[in-house]
C-alpha cells in the first residue's frame, strides 16, 4: 500500500506543480511551498536523536516545553509561522516536504514525536523503515473529522500500524482511535494544559475593564465588532489570528473606533496600552495581554469552519471567557474549564454589560510519561 500511495503521490505533484508555482507567489505561501514542494531552501536536517513534527505556530508553542528539555532534536513544520516559531528553538528546523521527497530527505532518529493530527503515511512509514519509535503526541479526533476518517478507515489503519504508541487528549478520542485500527493508546488529557504559555513581558493592568477579542478570524472582528456597544470604561484589543490580515483588519477595528469616538492605535507602532481600542499586529504577544485581560472573547469559534482556539492559555489568569459555539476542533479542551459562556455572536454585548463569571481551571494534562518515553526511546533515563 506504502508504494501504491507514493505513486499516487507522484502524480499528483506532477499534475499540481504548476498551481503550486502559483499559489507560491502569495505572500502567506512564498516561503512554505517553495521549501515543501520543490526543497528550495530546504536540505535535510543534521541528523538528530529526536525528530519533532507539528504544523503551526501555536501547536509549536504548546510543543516548545517538552522540546526545550531535549538538545539532539530537529523540528520539522508545515507553516511560515511554524517555522519562525521553530527556528527559536532549534537551528535545526526545517519544512516538512511533500511526502514524494521523505524517503531521501528524512534522516534516521531514534524518536519520531508527531503533534495531533499531522497523519503523513510517508513520514511515519519511512521514519520506522529507519530506526525510529514513532509517537503521536496530544492526538484528538474531532466531531466534524470522525466520520470523513471512516470512510478512509482502511487508510488510517495503515498509518497507526506504523506508530508505537498514542496519547489521546481524551476517552472519547481513544475510542474513535481504536474504531481507526489505532492500538496501543494512552488517555493522558491535553499537553496543552500541561505546560501553559507565560507572560514574556509584564504589562502595568490598565484601570479601564480590558476586553481581548483574541484569534479572531477572517469574519469575525466585524461581526463581533458590529454587535458591540463599547461602554465608556471598556478598553479593547484585537488580536487577529494571521499575520497576513494585520492590514485589512488595522482598517476596520480603526474605523470601528472612529465610529464610537475611541481612539485607536497599532501596537507594533504605539508599543503602549494607552488607546482605548487597540491592534495587536505582533505575534508572540497574546499571553502578555492574557495576563492583563478582565474578558477574553476567544475567536475562531463565531465562524463555522475553524472549530476554536485554545481557552486554557486565557483561563490562567482568572478571567471571564466568552466563546462561541463552533468549538468542534477544542472541545476537550472545553471540558476541563468551568465558567466558559459559549453563546451566539448576538449574545455577546449583552454578557459584556452584565456581571461575568471567572472562568476556572478544573483539570489539567500530564505531559510527564511522554517525556518519560521519548527518553526512553532514546535509551536514556537522562535529558538529551
Known amino acids: 500500500m506504502v508504494a501504491i500511495y507514493y505513486i499516487l503521490a507522484l502524480i499528483v505533484w506532477i499534475f499540481g506543480a504548476i498551481f503550486l508555482l502559483i499559489f507560491s507567489f502569495k505572500s502567506k505561501y512564498k516561503h512554505s511551498i517553495p521549501a515543501r514542494f520543490f526543497l528550495f531552501k530546504n536540505p535535510s536536517f543534521k ?141 493522558n488529557g491535553n499537553i496543552k494544559s500541561a505546560f501553559l504559555p507565560q507572560p514574556s513581558k509584564k504589562f502595568t493592568k490598565p484601570k479601564e475593564r480590558v476586553i481581548v477579542l483574541a484569534s479572531t478570524h477572517e469574519g469575525e472582528e466585524k461581526i463581533l465588532l458590529d454587535s458591540i456597544l463599547p461602554s465608556q470604561n471598556d478598553k479593547f484589543i484585537v488580536a487577529p489570528r494571521h499575520p497576513e490580515r494585520f492590514a485589512m483588519v488595522k482598517e476596520l477595528v480603526k474605523a470601528w473606533a472612529q465610529k464610537h469616538k475611541k481612539s ?33 472573547v476567544l475567536g ?23 466563546s462561541g459555539k463552533h468549538i468542534f476542533n477544542q472541545k476537550s479542551l472545553f471540558t476541563l474549564l468551568k465558567g466558559v459562556y459559549n453563546v451566539d455572536v448576538s449574545e455577546v454585548n449583552s454578557l459584556l454589560q452584565s456581571e461575568l463569571e471567572i472562568c476556572q481551571i478544573a483539570q489539567k494534562g500530564d505531559a510527564n510519561i511522554i517525556i518519560d518515553e521519548i527518553r526512553r526511546g532514546c535509551g536514556t533515563g537522562k535529558s538529551i
Open 47 to 187: 541528523e538528530a536523536q529526536i525528530h519533532f513534527h507539528a504544523c503551526s505556530f501555536g501547536e509549536i508553542q504548546a510543543l516548545k516545553p517538552i522540546m526545550q528539555m531535549f538538545e539532539d532534536k530537529a523540528i520539522s513544520v508545515v507553516t511560515n509561522t511554524g517555522f519562525e516559531a521553530a527556528s527559536k528553538i532549534s537551528a535545526n528546523t526545517r519544512f516538512l516536504p511533500f511526502e514524494i521527497f521523505l524517503p531521501f530527505w528524512l534522516k534516521p532518529s531514534k524518536v519520531l514525536v508527531v503533534f495531533e493530527a499531522e497523519l503523513w503515511l510517508m513520514l511515519v512509514a519511512i521514519a520506522k523503515a529507519k530506526g525510529a519509535k514513532v509517537l503521536l503526541v496530544n492526538a484528538r479526533i474531532s466531531d466534524r473529522s470522525y466520520k470523513r476518517y471512516l470512510k478512509f478507515a482502511f487508510f488510517y489503519r495503515k498509518i497507526f500500524s506504523f506508530i508505537d504508541v498514542i496519547y489521546a487528549q481524551s476517552q472519547i478520542d481513544k475510542e474513535r482511535l481504536s474504531a481507526l485500527g489505532a492500538k496501543n493508546i494512552i488517555v
Open 264 to 296: 485607536f492605535a497599532s501596537f507594533s507602532q504605539s508599543k503602549s496600552l494607552e488607546a482605548d481600542v487597540i491592534l495587536l499586529d505582533t505575534l508572540g504577544e497574546l499571553v502578555n495581554f492574557y495576563a492583563i485581560s478582565d474578558v477574553v
Open 300 to 322: 475562531g469559534s463565531f465562524v463555522p469552519n475553524v472549530g476554536g482556539h485554545n481557552p486554557i492559555e486565557a483561563a490562567q489568569f482568572k478571567n471571564a471567557i466568552i
